[in-house]
């Protein structure tokens, strides 16, 4: 045998060998050598310490006389010794009986020491001793305090085992491997008790030296028959494992379990595994590679693992109780306490029989312990158990429950950018709300996480934002979806505006016209203008008059249905009035709040020497006369006309008119969602989009609650944080600064958290004139639930039709009222209803025929009007109303009365009207120069007593459709020359071939150069250097009775009016 040697002191062996060896020996001190647990030798200043056994003072050596704890003492019968051999080679005792090969058990008187050795047969070495002896040397002492088996292991082996030999500790690296092998030898921890150690020498059996602390040799295997180790085997793992409420060792050669439960070995060797165990437990059996309760032996062809089950012995004295002996667990994870009940010295240990519960607890007597439940991810419940002893504990945990999803969103609906507060804080989950995730989805494709976040819309749309919670066990809520309803950033208006003329003699009154005026995402609603001296007016077109000279600043300012506004500027300049009679005066105040008192002065005609009478009247009836202090008083709003006319002593007759606007008060409406609300979601959306002002808009809105809280703002919200009910009101400014006085207002109610909330159910018609068709579309878009969601949606009317869907349409057979009734369903089984009347097809029918396009002055206009009403009863009829636009913007209405056929205050022309068919003569006229420009007539039937000018505008109360149709009246006849010189009646014949149309185009000839234009602008076409030419429609500047078309031309410093006169 060779040997390598680490001479210090005393010798102390270590078996090293190769890949297809194992290392076998350890040092006495029992140190862990590069991570090799080693066993102490048996030598004659060793004592050996059987730590199987129990002790007071648990030092693994049995104190004498100590009785072993829960053990009766019996009279000891003779004690069987077994001998089991692994490999080839023979087993003697001394004294006899055991001669193993062949006789290998025998019984010995208790406590005999059993000296056993070991002789292996040729080619074979001895390994070790396992099971009541271990040990490697050949030799085992065996004490028969019971019946002991011990297993003696050869390896076949024609390679040598290389043995270091040192006094202290040393290591070497590797210590298997293939040949040759270089090891790495190191003797760092060896140690001299009472001294130092000065030299380290190494040698091995083959001759080979080297010394120092660290050093390293290369070793090549020779076996007995002298052949070198140059071939190896696979290795092969072979584990064990132990199990059960008791404890034990499992032992074999190389496996000490215990400690080391795990081993390599080359292929196909076959192992005995031996379990012994503890004095409180049982050896069970075998399972895995191995069964039964026998020694297992395993051939080790393939990773083997075979598991020991020890159980505690618990003597028939000890009884246990669990208190409680079940308990409940929600899904989540959970830990809980089981308190044990049990005599003094009665040991108990707590196994589960399942992974999802844990319970590594044991104990002596009384006492208590811990136990765990994993997450339970199924929607089904499970049951488990904890075993101690004979005793059960049941453990149910209920299946999870998805948790539930549910935010407020706000604002809900408003202008784009919008940024909307999201909050899923009332989300809820049985099992609680620690360990919640929110994953936030939004229509657009964007997604957020987070409890609360907040999300910004840039551009309009109809979007709807998902929410879905997941809980700590991975179960997702169904999805809560809310609708958020975002409206394009108004864009305002385009101010634009056309006035005729620019210039001319005082007075001096100018036609505006605005509408080519535009507003890109909207309609124009309002049309205010304002001269630069105080003069206002309304209306797409109007006109102002300008009695003082100068230069004058005219500004148009356009307002759109969302109530941006534009403006826009121009200037006219009033020149000297020519000598003559000149009416004109001033009224003061020209606009205001009914009933509105208007003070007139006639001072400003001239030449008041010349004036012999001044008389006044207004388009709703009233006159007056005198030149100054005289007052109107207009009770309702509208417009009015007021003209005075004043008489010469001459009897000449000149008259003028100034526009007075009678303003009304603008209209409070608003929507407030929802109207029940509970504290965790406590916010009330306000709309007042539906406020509006009948003459101009609504600038400001001002919401006050009946808990004193304040808001402004046509879209805004309040907070309610208390149960009860509130009254919020809205009161609405306009732009001329007047404040609704109707009352606008609702009533909010906070309820408490567990009450559950209806829907509230909307109804929207998709087009307020597709009433007029016999298919109308119908949406619940706006329709709410603020506690869940909206499931349903069911539709019905009353020729019992039936549709369901968030958006309907339904086609009627036949004209007539119908009632549609809208009914939610919301999540919790909730509804709501909501009804609205719509009026199908034309109950009544009315329109206008005979009306040309256009007519020359001389030309008869004669129109007639179609009446068709066929109401169901008295309680359907209907008023008509006819209007009149004329060119100046304002309108004019028909009534019954034949000595005032119009009026500028609104009334109906016709009044309780429930059958009649008739076609009758509603206009018939010639028409005259001076009346020229573009008509519009309006008809429409109403429900008797309303108004087409209340709040909601005409749809609201309209029983036809509307019928409008405009022509367009010439503004003068042919042109002939007029005889009246200025200032050079010879320039007159410069200009020739006057060509004027109706619509206000016209060409001449001037100085032989064609020129064209429109009336009130400079014409087209050269002209002389340094000069300009305007054409403008005049009053009568012959006295003829007859306006007259007038050219100014300038040439620099000289200004020469051409007047051409009317001729029949």
Known sequence: MKTLSLIIDEVINQAVHFKNKRWRNALAQGVLLSGIGL???????????????????????????????????????????????????????????????????????PNTSIILTATPDKDYVFVSWSGACQSETAGCTVNMSTDQNVTATFDYSPEDILTVSKTALGSVTPNVGKVPLQVDLEASQSRVPDGRIFN??????????????????????????????????????????????????????????????????????????????????????????????????????????????????????????????????????DTSTVKVIAPTGCEWQVTADDTWLTAKASGNGNGSFNYTVAPNSNSTSRTGNLTLADESFSVTQTGNVAPTAHFTASPLFGEAPMTVKLDA????????????????????????????????????????????????????????????????????????????????KAPLQVDLEASQSTDPDGRIINYQWASSEGQKTLGQKASLTFNDTGTHTITLTVIDNDGEQATAEQTVVVEAPPPGLMAAFRATPTEGEAPLTVTLDASDSAPQSAISQYEWNTTDGQITSGRTGETFTFTDPGKYLITLTITGKDGTVKSTQKTVLVKAKPIARFIAIPNVVKLSS?????????????????????????????????IT??????????????????DAGLKSTNIARQTITVVPEEAQLHPVAIIDVDDKEAILQRTVKFSAKRSRDIDGKIVQYDWTSSDNQKASGEDISLTFAENGDYTITLTVTDDDGLTAQEDSTISVGERVIVEFQGLKPFYEVGETMKVDLIEDVQVKSRFDRVD????????NGNVLFKTPLPLKPFDIAPKPFKASLETLNVAHRLLEFEVTAGLGGEYILYALYVREGETPFGEGGYQAVQRSNLAHQSTTLAHFANFGRHQTELEALEAVDLI?????????????????????????????????????????????????????????????????????????
């Open 39 to 109: 066993s102490p030798l048996i030598s004659s200043a060793a004592t050996i310490q059987d730590s199987t056994f129990r002790d007071n003072n648990h030092n693994g050596v049995l104190d004498a006389g100590e009785p072993s704890r829960s053990h009766s003492t019996l009279s000891a019968p003779p004690n069987t010794l077994k001998v089991l051999l692994q490999g080839n080679g023979t087993i003697t005792s001394s004294p006899g009986g055991i001669n193993c090969g062949s006789d290998c058990d025998q019984q010995y008187i």
């Open 200 to 333: 380290y020498q190494w040698a091995s059996s083959e001759a080979q030296k080297t010394s120092g602390q660290r050093a390293s040799l290369t070793l090549t295997v020779i076996d007995s028959y002298g052949e070198k180790g140059t071939t190896e085997k696979t290795e092969v793992t072979l584990t064990v494992k132990k199990q059960g409420t008791g404890n034990g060792t499992v032992t074999g050669i190389g496996i000490d379990c215990g400690s080391d439960c795990t081993e390599n070995y080359l292929a196909d060797t076959s192992v005995t595994l031996t379990a012994k165990p503890d004095n409180e437990a049982t050896f069970v059996g075998w399972s895995g590679a191995c069964s039964g309760t026998l020694a297992c032996q395993v051939t080790l062809n393939q990773v083997q693992t075979v598991t020991a089950i020890f159980n505690l012995n618990l003597n028939q004295n000890c009884t246990y109780r669990l208190e409680p002996n079940s308990q409940m667990h929600g899904a989540n994870a």
């Open 425 to 504: 804080s009332a989300s809820t989950d049985q099992e609680g709300s620690s360990g919640l995730s929110y994953q936030w989805t939004i229509s657009d494709g964007r997604s957020f996480s987070g409890v609360t976040t907040a999300i910004t819309f840039t551009e309009g749309g109809d979007y709807t934002i998902d929410l879905v919670v997941t809980d700590a066990a991975q179960a997702k809520s169904p999805k809560f979806t809310q609708r958020i309803l975002v409206e394009n950033a108004n864009q305002a208006p385009i101010a634009t505006f056309t006035l005729t003329p620019n210039v001319g």
């Open 682 to 714: 406590p916010e009330v959306q306000l709309d007042a989009s539906d406020s509006f002002d009948p003459d101009g808009t609504v600038v400001a809105y001002e919401w006050i609650s009946s808990d004193k809280q304040k808001a402004s703002g046509k």
């Open 717 to 734: 919200s309040l907070l309610f944080k208390t149960e009860g009910q509130y009254e919020i009101e809205l009161v609405v400014t306009d």
């Open 880 to 887: 008509l109303w006819v209007g009149i636009q004329i060119p």
């Open 992 to 1064: 020739e071939d006057v060509i004027v149309k109706a619509n206000g185009e016209f060409s001449f000839k001037f100085d032989g150069i064609t020129h064209y234009g429109k009336l009130g602008q400079i014409t087209t076409g050269p002209a002389p250097s340094n000069s300009t030419l305007n054409v403008q429609l005049i009053d009568d500047a012959n006295d003829d009775g007859i306006p007259d078309l007038e050219f100014t031309y300038s040439n620099g410093d000289k200004q020469i009016y051409y007047y051409l006169g009317f001729r029949e």
